[in-house]
């Protein structure tokens, strides 16, 4: 394993964050200068144009929003399709609050909660020209179901009727839970119970609204119309996403989808993270996706401290564990797991203690329901947890292994084939071999990594993978990843890889999101109590919360910070 810092490295580094901020907050945001905080400047027409370069080791799968289930993706959802709401295009912490987007208003609540009424706007149109009707609105959620949206079972199983979906995909019929009227564009969404996070829900990707003809089955590289300032012109995951102007946009709601400047937004792929870092250097790419690879921050830390952007993440780095398969359908394997891997390793290979902070909790710091505990490190345990992690503990997982029987068992580790996540790879093999196992390593495409290690087809054992935050509630990762609703056996979109299932745990949760309603403090505190309760399983091992860098070339301007979706790619100006 190569050594991720030096000394020079983290001086360099510091320089870094100290020049741009280490929050989103302080980061150096251009936009904030031009207008009021928490509000986008009124559109300039006399900066718009240009074409924006994007490059990436590899593209995020499928183009279809009800699927795609990845961040570099919904990045671009962003100013592409729209739901009734959206989460605020905004720099800064309003961009966690929701606006009407395509609805006039937010929803009017009646009923005790359980049912949302809405009124969709007139004169919007998709990119092929059709108008946006109320039977879009309903073929649209019908849709989640009918094409297994990996949220469809965790995030709008509420909706009535949503059971026999769920059950019956192909057939979804949600007469009783959506019900629109053509006459008045109403659209009433009816729930079987109040739901406190339903306008969250609702402003993401997986609840855009579609043409009423979109196929309803995975649209793959086929681009389906958009409502927003772009649409997708030509997609090749092996080598290019072109986005252009929708020439039927015209800016409604600029809280919720505002006009964007450049006039065509190309995705590259095929770039490893130092090839990335030369294009923007040489000013052939404007940002990059991928980690920039430690080696490098030095150096750009020292050349170019002006072009990165830092930011802290609601989110985690993490390795789901196969509960249902070899070696770790057995919870000291697992719980051996969580005690060897040492997370100050882990925080190195990603770029060092600036850039990333070790962590045992599911939840995050600073998220709604955390809770400081850490059961797995030097001098803790799962009855008595230390306040938060020191260093691992090799002896006492090798005693675990030993006692689960399951020492000599060969494992295989799958992860992306970029640079920094194989890397982390190398490592997590290196420690299962330590602890008694035969471990391998499998680093596969980008394209296809995160859809392969969720299908139980593929007897993945263990994975790395990365969890940003839907929205800022605490069921966005505890249920969403770890509750039985979330597993799908065979299934692409089975975002629970884990595949654990507590009864008793997830009934758990069911509740406190119903608490959530009436009292969200006593809600968050037993968010807190369930994170406990579920890591004492340990169903995976959470590493690291890490920190977001934004590279940027020299002639990128108005760069604006989405603590809910990251940079806004639409609003970025380039220099001409």
């Known amino acids: 394993m190569r050594r991720s810092r030096t000394l020079v490295s983290l001086i360099a580094l510091s320089f870094v964050l100290s020049a741009c901020g280490s929050s989103s907050s302080d980061s150096g945001s251009d936009s904030n200068a031009q207008g009021q905080e928490g509000v986008l400047a009124p559109y300039d027409a006399s900066k718009a144009g240009g074409t924006l370069t994007l490059v990436a080791k590899g593209a995020a799968g499928t183009l279809d929003p009800h699927i795609n289930y990845t961040l570099q993706f919904w990045q671009l959802y962003q100013a592409t399709y729209d739901g009734l709401l959206a989460f605020r295009k905004v720099d800064g912490p309003k961009s966690f609050e929701t606006v009407p987007d395509l609805a006039e208003a937010l929803p009017e609540l009646s009923d005790g909660g359980k049912t949302l009424t809405f009124t969709l706007r007139k004169g919007i149109k998709f990119s092929d020209g059709r108008d946006v009707t109320v039977n879009d609105v309903k073929a649209s959620f019908e849709r989640i179901f009918k094409v297994l949206s990996p949220t469809a079972g965790g995030f709008y199983n509420g909706i009535v009727g949503a059971d026999a979906c769920l059950a019956n995909p192909a057939t979804c019929k949600l007469d009783q839970g959506v019900i629109v009227d053509p006459a008045t564009n109403k659209i009433e969404i009816k729930l079987t119970a109040p739901d406190a996070t339903i306008n969250y829900k609702l402003s993401l990707p997986h609840a855009v609204i579609l043409p009423a003809d979109a196929p309803s089955k995975d649209a793959g590289t086929t681009p389906i119309p958009t409502t927003g300032p772009y649409m997708f012109a030509s997609y090749d995951p092996n080598k290019e996403l072109k986005m252009v102007r929708n020439p039927n946009f015209t800016e409604w709601n600029r809280e919720a989808q505002p006009a964007g400047y450049p006039d065509e937004i190309v995705y590259q792929f095929g770039l490893t993270a130092e090839a990335q870092v030369n294009a923007i250097k040489n000013g052939q790419a404007d940002w990059m996706l991928d980690p920039i690879p430690a080696d490098r921050l030095s150096e750009i830390g020292t050349e170019l401290p002006n072009q990165i952007k830092v930011h802290t993440l609601t989110a985690m780095w993490y390795l789901p564990m196969n509960n249902n398969l070899a070696p770790f359908d057995n919870v000291k394997a697992r719980q051996a797991v969580n005690y060897a891997l040492d997370r100050n390793a882990m925080v190195k290979i990603f770029g060092g203690e600036q850039l990333a902070t070790p962590a045992c909790t599911f939840l995050p710091p600073g998220f709604p329901g955390h809770k400081d505990f850490c059961q797995y490190t030097e001098g803790a345990s799962v009855e008595s947890p230390a306040t938060s992690w020191a260093a691992p503990d090799i002896e006492k997982a090798k005693q675990l292994v030993k006692e689960s029987g399951t020492a000599g068992q060969k494992v295989g580790v799958v992860v992306s084939d970029d640079e920094v996540n194989k890397q982390m790879g190398e490592y997590i093999q290196s420690v299962l071999n330590q602890i008694g196992y035969k ?87 037993e968010w807190g109590e369930i994170d406990q309760a579920i890591m004492a399983e340990a169903p995976v091992a959470v590493a690291f919360t890490p920190k977001q860098i934004d590279f940027l070339s020299a002639r990128v301007k108005n760069y604006n910070f989405s603590k809910q979706f990251y940079m806004l790619v639409s609003q970025l100006q380039l220099d001409k």
């Open 439 to 525: 471990a391998t390593l499998k680093p596969i495409s980008g394209n296809i990594q995160f859809t392969y290690i969720q299908n139980t087809k593929n007897k993945v054992q263990i994975s790395l993978s990365q969890w940003y935050q839907d929205f800022p509630a605490a069921m966005d990762f505890l249920y969403i990843l770890l509750g039985c609703e979330s597993f799908t056996p065979g299934s692409d979109s089975s975002i629970n890889m884990a595949g654990y299932c507590n009864k008793a745990n997830n009934k758990r949760m069911i509740d406190a999101m119903n608490l959530g309603v009436t009292d969200q403090a006593a809600a968050d505190k």
